[in-house]
């Protein structure tokens, strides 16, 4: 499944995903939170959610899409 996938299933507001990083497992195993590196992919995410829940409109970005100008015009060819 894909993140529109559960949205649907679960009938939610989206307001963030949480990449799958090698820096969430080494701060947890060292018992550091995951948001405390802001340059890592996670930490971006968390704080991205975290400013969405205080009221910040800030656009959802889901890792792994590329939503560039020529994967728009690419996804555009592949539906036909």
Do not use: C, H
Not at 22 to 36: D, F, R
């Amino acid at each position: 499944m894909d993140v529109d996938d559960i949205v649907d299933l679960l009938s939610i507001d989206l307001i963030g995903v949480i990449p799958d990083d090698e820096y969430i497992i080494t701060q947890t195993n060292k018992g550091e939170p995951a948001v405390s590196n802001k340059k890592a992919p996670s930490g971006k995410a968390y704080i991205e959610i975290a400013r969405r829940v205080l009221g910040d409109n800030i656009e959802v970005t889901i890792p792994g899409r590329d939503e560039g100008f020529f994967a728009k015009i690419l996804s555009f060819f592949r539906r036909k």
